[in-house]
């Protein structure tokens, strides 16, 4: 078969094979590949980075295990942040999911990085420096109470502790209270904690999207009512180098470049066959 | 739970999680049996976790536990308001329906200005940016203190400025665009929409790519890596994808090079 119809007809159940390895073999390669830190994720270090002694972060796990690839990456990324700030200023962040899945996923980050952690003597501890509210229901209506009266609207966490009792709660009573809201959101639901929290209370509010949605998410990074924004697996990368550790995000930064080269070669080596082959088709057509 | 199940509890979820992803990108090769029965097994178990948290996380702790404990028995007409929702079945009772979701509509309407207020307003306002350079305006009694606008500042300003008129200009439907003015911004600002999908486009492969890698990521280093331990298990999980890949490269060969039926009829 001719060359240029061959590249242009490839199975495309070959393509996923070629994918697979280029995902897979950078597994076995333990260097980190130096990323260039964009302003948005750099923006959003520095805001979490600069929180004052003692105060308390409002932390959104809104995501399921369908988008964990990326914001699992981001989640393990700021929580990351978090609790080293818990270690440099007593920093407290409290989990909050709008999906249900969203509370047991972070949960499972939180306890692995607070182990990870205490054994370089943090002294984390769930109830004390963080906690997980878990699941809420009706965004909209529930942020609009929330604002108003925190551990009333809240209640109880995770675990059926009462939230106005817990050591990590003290202080906070309204949104006033709150130093800064971070969400790690798949959707535009991140737009209700704009309106109705950090637009009338004047809360940083710091945003990880999926790739998907970064673009979107700019107007909103432009205008100052995000303070920084994490755009997908590529953005926990570059937090990631900014905190100097090894972490999810990093190990699969080299799979994610390996398999965008990949891609990128596809489309250059089907448009040429493609150019090649009509232009092949042009002169066969004028000989005649 | 059993104190086997207990016990294994880990290693069970692992060897789960490892199935269900292998059966879910068996659709890679083309839609089959085993896919669709992960597909449901997924959706379903997301939709009964999605039940229960509703209820342990929400209905338990706000709503039956102070009705059914602390006396709080006014409670109970929240279940009713929720309940009339269901008379729109019935053609004599709709209107209690309609009474539930008019009260409900008029709230979410309220609610929608509002947040459109707090969405939109602020972004209107950084709208407004200055497109000729100047030093810092010091704090008077009667102005705020004003930054500094470098030339590449007023410059990206104005770029801002002229992306922002010509999109608006495609989306001006109140007449006819004629005036060559309006056609020409309208043209740009289409050209320009296009660069923003192409960049939604670009980052939505590397979204995709990111859920492959994750998944990728579990089964050899969290299921091979904890099964066989870390320096093995990922070598015998990444053999194990090659001889899986190896096998549907020949179920493809055997696809193309198997003799068309003929059609006796």
Same mark, same amino acid.
């Given at each position: ?43 959003? @270090? ?70 990870? @952690? ?71 639901? @991140? ?28 107007? @909103? ?68 | 739970?059993?104190?086997? &199940? ?17 059966? &879910? ?241």
């Amino acid at each position: 078969m001719n060359i240029l119809r061959l590249l242009q007809q490839v199975d495309r159940r070959v393509l996923y094979v070629m994918l697979l390895l280029a995902v897979t073999l950078p597994f076995f390669v333990k260097f980190r590949v130096p990323v260039a830190v964009s302003p948005p994720t750099q923006a959003l @270090y520095d805001a979490i980075d600069s929180l004052p002694e003692n105060s308390f972060v409002l932390f959104g796990p809104n995501y399921s295990a369908g988008t964990r690839g990326e914001n699992g990456a981001q989640s393990e990324a700021l929580l990351r942040h978090l609790m080293i700030m818990w270690h440099k200023k007593k920093v407290r962040f409290g989990m909050l999911a709008f999906d249900p899945q969203g509370k047991t996923l972070a949960q499972t980050i939180a306890l692995g990085l607070q182990e990870e @952690y205490n054994k370089q003597g943090y002294n984390i501890k769930e109830g004390e420096s963080w906690v997980n509210f878990g699941y809420r229901v009706d965004q909209q209506n529930f942020v609009r109470a929330l604002v108003k009266d925190v551990p009333g609207t809240l209640l109880v966490d995770v675990h059926d502790r009462s939230v106005a009792t817990l050591p990590v709660m003290q202080g906070v009573h309204t949104a006033k209270d709150v130093a800064m809201i971070l969400d790690v959101n798949p959707t535009a639901a @991140y737009t209700i904690y704009i309106q109705f929290m950090q637009g009338p209370f004047k809360i940083p509010m710091g945003l990880a999207p999926t790739a998907v949605m970064a673009p979107e998410a700019f107007n @909103y990074l432009d205008s100052g009512q995000i303070v920084g924004m994490l755009q997908g697996l590529q953005g926990a990368v570059e937090y990631e180098q900014l905190l100097n550790t090894f972490g999810r995000a990093t190990r699969a930064s080299n799979s994610l470049g390996v398999a965008h080269l990949l891609l990128i070669s596809f489309i250059i080596m089907g448009n040429i066959a493609m150019l090649l082959e009509r232009s092949k088709q042009r002169k066969a057509g004028g000989a005649e | 739970m059993s104190a086997w &199940l207990a016990a294994n509890k880990d290693v069970i979820v692992l060897w789960f999680g490892a199935l269900c992803t292998l059966g &879910l990108y068996s659709v890679l090769y083309k839609e089959n049996k085993i896919y669709r029965l992960f597909e449901h097994l997924f959706l379903g178990l997301a939709t009964g976790f999605l039940i229960a948290n509703t209820w342990t996380d929400v209905l338990l702790p706000k709503w039956w536990e102070p009705m059914w404990n602390e006396g709080k028995w006014w409670n109970i007409f929240a279940l009713s308001l929720g309940l009339c929702f269901y008379f729109i079945y019935s053609k004599k009772n709709s209107w209690i329906a309609r009474l539930v979701i008019g009260f409900f509509l008029g709230v979410g309407a309220g609610q929608t200005f509002q947040g459109f207020v707090g969405d939109a307003w602020p972004q209107i306002a950084t709208t407004f940016r200055p497109v000729i350079a100047h030093d810092a305006i010091a704090k008077t009694a009667d102005h705020p203190a004003i930054k500094a606008v470098s030339w590449p500042d007023a410059v990206n300003n104005l770029i801002f400025l002229v992306v922002l008129l010509c999109v608006m200009s495609y989306f001006f439907f109140s007449f006819e665009q004629k005036h060559p003015v309006l056609k020409g911004s309208a043209k740009l600002g289409r050209w320009l929409m296009m660069f923003s999908f192409g960049a939604i486009f670009g980052s939505t492969i590397m979204a995709r790519l990111a859920l492959l890698i994750d998944r990728m990521d579990s089964l050899m280093n969290d299921f091979g890596g904890r099964m066989l331990g870390f320096t093995l298990g990922p070598i015998v999980m990444f053999f194990v994808l090659m001889a899986l890949s190896g096998v549907v490269l020949f179920l493809v060969w055997r696809d193309k090079n198997r003799p068309a039926e003929v059609d006796e009829t």
